[in-house]
């Protein structure tokens, strides 16, 4: 089955959206239009373009994409703000990003920091071994390291980062946890009491079939904010700010029917 390009892994739509305004910026100036229509045209097909992004920040980067390229080759009067500058300058802020977020990574969550404290209190509900293992996959920063220190203060923490520079900062900040750098989709669950997530809700249906396939029985996935779509949690954690932890026990093949709630 062919799928729309907008479904796409991100950011493939957004290249599309400002390829296409550049197209039209440059067919309508080759045909004799104003620098103003043409500017009016591109930035009204990245408007109608940006609809198909799947979430608000996405639509925002969809439709601004354009207007700030432009801006920067040939805005602010005709000189642009970058003209004088070698051609390659825009390779660096490029090679930063794809440092950070590798392609690989694409069809991940961005840098979703858990905010400080949002697991304080989490110990209390979820009871790990003494000695017990937790494994925060994707730890970007080591926000969620963090606060996995403060809710499970006796447990061995582990971390893992695709990015090799997050990793590098992760360790530097989170100093009691491992610091491995390596993909959380290959890299074997089997050994944690509890795998520690922050993703996307596109992400959870896939984290959920891997933790069937490979946690120990009475192991637990954890999710900041998204739920496993379909999947009722074997209970639920609500922070401080009222966010929730969706919690679900690898204990058999059959799913709970009926969900506990904490606060």
């Known amino acids: 089955m062919n ?29 004799g239009g104003e620098v ?15 609809l198909w992004g799947t979430t608000r920040m996405r639509r925002i980067l ?44 694409w069809r991940d969550a961005p840098l979703f920091p858990t905010p400080d404290g949002a697991l304080d209190g989490l ?20 926000d ?5 220190e403060r809710a499970f203060p006796e447990v061995h923490l582990h971390g893992l980062e695709r990015s090799w520079p997050l990793r590098l900062a992760c ?3 989170a100093r009691r946890a491992s610091i491995r750098q390596g993909d959380m989709w290959a890299h074997d669950w089997s050994s944690y009491d509890l795998v520690y997530v922050f993703q ?16 120990k029985r009475g192991a637990w996935l954890a999710s900041l904010e998204f739920p496993v779509p379909d999947v009722v949690p074997t209970l639920t954690w609500t922070c401080a700010d009222g966010r929730r932890v969706w919690l679900y026990q690898h204990v058999s093949d059959q799913t709970p ?6 606060t």
């Open 200 to 215: 996307r809700p596109e992400s959870m249906a896939r984290a959920w079939a891997k933790a069937q396939a490979e946690l």
């Open 36 to 50: 103003m229509s043409a500017l009016l045209v591109a930035v009204l097909l990245g408007v109608l373009g940006s």
């Open 171 to 173: 360790a530097l900040r």
């Open 3 to 31: 799928r729309s390009p907008f479904q796409w892994t991100w950011p493939v739509p957004a290249l599309l959206v400002w390829a296409v305004c550049w197209l039209a910026f440059v067919a309508v100036r080759l045909t």
């Open 123 to 142: 110990g209390d509900a979820v009871q790990l071994p003494l000695a017990g293992h937790i494994l925060d996959a994707g730890c970007g920063l080591g």
């Open 144 to 148: 969620g390291l963090l606060a996995l």
């Open 257 to 262: 029917d009926v969900p506990a709630s904490m």
């Open 62 to 105: 969809m439709a601004v994409g354009f207007p700030l390229s432009w801006w920067g080759l040939a805005g602010s009067g005709g000189g642009g703000v970058l003209m004088g500058l070698p051609a390659w300058i825009w390779l660096l802020p490029l090679g930063l990003a794809l440092l950070l977020y590798p392609p690989g990574t």
